[in-house]
Structures are given as structure tokens and as C-alpha cells.
């Protein structure tokens, strides 16, 4: 267990509809970051947050949006939902958001659009 | 554009025997580099990393070589257990991560 949890587990929904994930990062860390994984890009780094700021941008959608409140928890916002949207999506969480190695992954959250 | 890409998509070995896990990159200022392993229904789990002034590096049962000239790394695991059956991806970073698309190892018992 990492220590970061992610809800819910799994998702299934609707193209056109529009979810929230959320994420709670291990006790004291301060950044949180959400890749996406799919089976045919592997695994992409959408966006970064460091203590309620964004830090860091990747690959992530204008249709996708993100924040990190001041508990430090974190939610990914996914609207417009299309098929090709279906895929795990993951948080980790880091200390001080400037060390790789010292990134811990959540469990993952498996979106379904169907 | 950047990629980091794995030779083989599955590997599949012995209980016992050695592992080795190999992956290309294509940008020559990665300076950075990371091994994860990913279990079924989790998330990736940090193994190693190395730096691009370094060519190898052990840890614990792995190892870590990598060949700047020729951009590409590769995940040496000792004695192989079934524990270690994963998909096992690597990184490189220059400003950002970029993942490769992974290795599933199946280990036989």
C-alpha cells in the first residue's frame, strides 16, 4: 500500500457525460500528479500540483481539468467524455514535487466511456 | 517526437534464472532515467533509477545498465521469482517523465 488513494475504483459512464476523480495523497506530501495509462499510449503525465498551485503540465486535454485544495487532496475533472477517454487513471504524490524517485502511486482509477 | 520504447512485450523465464528487460529512448538530454514495476491492478511502483553520468547501478536483485551512446537501458533481475512476474516500463526525463509502453515478465514456476 502507497499510502495514495484514489476513488472511486472503477467508472463507467457515457460519452458526453463528465466525472470527477479524486485522489488523497500520502500523509505530507505537498504534490500531486495524475497520469493517464492506456493501452495504446502507455502511461502519460497530464498535470502537476504543488501545494494547492499548478506546477506542472503534460498532455492533458482542454475538456480535462484538475485542482488541489488546501487539505492537499486532489480531484481530475473529465468532461465531454469520448471513447477514446477510457483508461486507467492514475495519482502520485511526492513530498516536495521536484524528486521522480520519490513518486507514490495510487491504485488507479478505471474510467469506462462507453 | 520523444518516445522511450521496450524492445519486447513479453519475456517470459524460469524461476531462478536471470531477467533482462530492455528499453530504447530517444532524446539524447534525457539525463534521467527510472525503472517501475507494475503489478496487476496497481499502480506503478518506483525500482531503480540511474543517472546519465552513471552506466550502471545495483540495488537489491536488480541492475540498471545504461548505454548513452546508443540510448538504451536495460533492468537486469537476479535469480527470478515468481513474485517478479509484472509489467516492468522505464522513464526518462529531461524537464518530464516520458514512460515507455512496458514489458509484461512472466516468471515459470
Known amino acids: 500500500d502507497s499510502g495514495v488513494t484514489q476513488t472511486p475504483k472503477h467508472l463507467i459512464t457515457a460519452t458526453g457525460q463528465r466525472v470527477t476523480l479524486r485522489c488523497s495523497p500520502r500523509?505530507?506530501?505537498?504534490?500531486v500528479y495524475w497520469y493517464q495509462q492506456s493501452l495504446d499510449q502507455g502511461l502519460q503525465f497530464l498535470i502537476q500540483?504543488?501545494?494547492?498551485?499548478?506546477?506542472a503540465k503534460g498532455n492533458i486535454l482542454e475538456r480535462f481539468s484538475a485542482q488541489q485544495f488546501p487539505d492537499l487532496h486532489s480531484e481530475l475533472n473529465l468532461s465531454s467524455l469520448e471513447l477514446g477517454d477510457s483508461a486507467l487513471y492514475f495519482c502520485?504524490?511526492?513530498?516536495?514535487?521536484?524528486?521522480?524517485?520519490?513518486?507514490?502511486f495510487g491504485p488507479g482509477t478505471r474510467l469506462t466511456v462507453l | 517526437g520523444e518516445s522511450v520504447g521496450l524492445h519486447l512485450p513479453t519475456l517470459s523465464v524460469q524461476e531462478g534464472d536471470n531477467s533482462i528487460i530492455n528499453c530504447a529512448y530517444s532524446?539524447?538530454?534525457?539525463?534521467?532515467f527510472i525503472w517501475y514495476k507494475q503489478e496487476s491492478g496497481k499502480g506503478p511502483q518506483f525500482i531503480i533509477d540511474?543517472?546519465?553520468?552513471?552506466d550502471k547501478r545495483q540495488g537489491q536483485r536488480v541492475t540498471v545498465l545504461l548505454n548513452k551512446t546508443v540510448k538504451h537501458l536495460s533492468l537486469q533481475i537476479a535469480a527470478t521469482q515468481p513474485g517478479d512476474s509484472a509489467v516492468y516500463f522505464c522513464?526518462?526525463?529531461?524537464?518530464?517523465?516520458?514512460f515507455g509502453t512496458g514489458t509484461l515478465l512472466a516468471v515459470q514456476p
Open positions: 502520485a504524490s511526492s513530498v516536495d514535487g521536484r524528486t521522480y524517485n520519490e513518486q507514490f
Open positions: 500540483y504543488y501545494n494547492g498551485e499548478e506546477r
Open positions: 540511474i543517472r546519465s553520468n552513471m
Open positions: 500523509s505530507g506530501d505537498l504534490s
Open positions: 532524446n539524447s538530454a534525457s539525463d534521467y
Open positions: 522513464a526518462s526525463a529531461t524537464n518530464k517523465l516520458i
